[in-house]
């Protein structure tokens, strides 16, 4: 399957918290979610340990032909095993990330998408949006910071993929036509959520044309001309940043 793919650290001197890997039928993207620099996150391994090893057995699962919530569901327990013995699991700001996962069929796409990256797909010539907008929604409430993170998998919060398998029940899943589609983490997706600089359908058309690398250069260059975060106001100046394409008639 033809499936192009872009990632790129926010700083050469930490590792790249974004996950994504690709099997001939299956895509999964992942962004590792950092706690604040002072904060101890229980874990011993770090981030990008952690989405590294989630990913791999969610992509396996999907290629086994598992359902999408089971797959998930069971990449958490396998990691969460994996360092329960030397790690604190219960911590609030354990490591966890946020999810697309995509099964290409010979019609259709199966989906997952948790959290804050954005899965783009093209439906009867037009863009299809699917994002978990919970994370959004509660800021309007809660406030940023500590107030905010607060939230993260409780009930009636927001949820991303750590240490509770309830994370993949309260996954979005559907099915969407086959047809080309656009996985981005929020570090990718800034040109249009944060910056404004282009919309939903000039950033599929922006992959589409000149390939996901393309959509990282962009938001590089808003990020460049923005330095401070003044203009736009962002809780990293400069994020990892992961795009990945699929097209079905390359």
């Not at 192009?4 to 918290?17: F, H, I, Q």
């Not at 396996?60 to 095993?81: F, H, N």
């Not at 975060?229 to 990293?236: E, H, I, L, M, T």
Request: hydrophobic residues 40%; charged residues 25%.
């Amino acid at each position: 399957m033809p499936f192009l793919l872009a990632t790129e650290a926010g700083a050469p001197d930490r590792p790249n918290e974004d996950f994504a890997a690709v099997t001939a039928t299956s895509a999964v993207l992942l962004d590792g979610v950092s706690a604040p620099p002072d904060e101890d996150n229980g874990c011993s391994h770090g981030v990008a340990w952690y989405t590294r090893r989630l990913g791999a057995l969610l992509l396996a699962g999907l290629d086994s032909g598992l359902p999408v919530r089971d797959a998930l569901a069971e990449a958490i327990t396998a990691v969460s095993s994996a360092h329960a013995k030397t790690c604190d699991l219960t911590v609030q700001e354990t490591p966890s990330a946020t999810v697309v996962a995509v099964r290409v069929h010979a019609d259709t796409l199966e989906y997952l998408v948790l959290s804050d990256s954005v899965l783009l797909s093209q439906d009867d010539g037009r863009i299809r949006v699917v994002a978990d907008t919970r994370l959004d929604d509660l800021r309007p409430r809660v406030g940023p910071g500590t107030a905010i993170r607060a939230w993260r998998n409780v009930p009636n919060g927001f949820w991303t993929a750590g240490a509770d398998t309830q994370a993949a029940e309260e996954a979005l899943t559907g099915v969407l036509p086959r047809a080309s589609f656009l996985a981005m983490t929020d570090g990718a997706s800034r040109s249009v959520e944060v910056f404004g600089d282009l919309s939903w359908s000039e950033i599929f058309e922006l992959a589409r044309e000149q390939g996901p690398g393309s959509l990282l250069k962009r938001v590089r260059s808003l990020e460049g001309a923005d330095p401070e975060g003044r203009r736009f106001p962002r809780g990293k100046v400069r994020d990892d940043a992961t795009a990945l394409w699929w097209n079905p008639e390359s």
